[in-house]
């Protein structure tokens, strides 16, 4: 089963940057999708931001235009470059994607907090 490794996470003042990666184990693995999702203590998982397989790029509205997701193609790695960054971003990122059969892959999550 591919797993995801997810990697990059760490404190940051408030206004820095920071590159999350997430790789699968099997570097021939395709999936339709790959996201980033974004959790907090008592709420729910909420999408950060998506990319396709073809390249095509959603985010949140919370964090358009400081955030960038993009993908080396070669290793189907995915990474989340983070800027401008608030305090409200901290919490625990999840990379996910949806492969074949329509069958989730999570990663074991990756702590990020940005102190003020």
């Known amino acids: 089963q591919v797993q995801l490794v997810e990697s990059g996470g760490g404190l940051v003042q408030a206004g820095g940057s920071l590159r999350l990666s997430c790789a699968p184990s099997?570097?021939?693995?395709?999936?339709?999708?790959m996201d980033w999702s974004r959790q907090t203590p008592g709420k729910q998982r909420d999408l950060v931001a998506r990319?396709?397989?073809?390249?095509?790029?959603t985010y949140a509205d919370s964090v358009r235009g400081r955030f960038t997701i993009s993908r080396d193609g070669a290793k189907n790695t995915v990474y989340l470059q983070m800027s401008s960054l608030k305090p409200e971003a901290t919490g625990v990122y999840y990379c996910?994607?949806?492969?074949?059969?329509?069958?989730?892959?999570w990663g074991q999550g990756t702590q990020l907090t940005v102190s003020s």
């Open positions: 996910h994607a949806l492969g074949l059969g329509a069958r989730n892959y």
């Open positions: 990319i396709t397989g073809n390249g095509g790029t």
């Open positions: 099997d570097s021939r693995f395709s999936p339709y999708y």
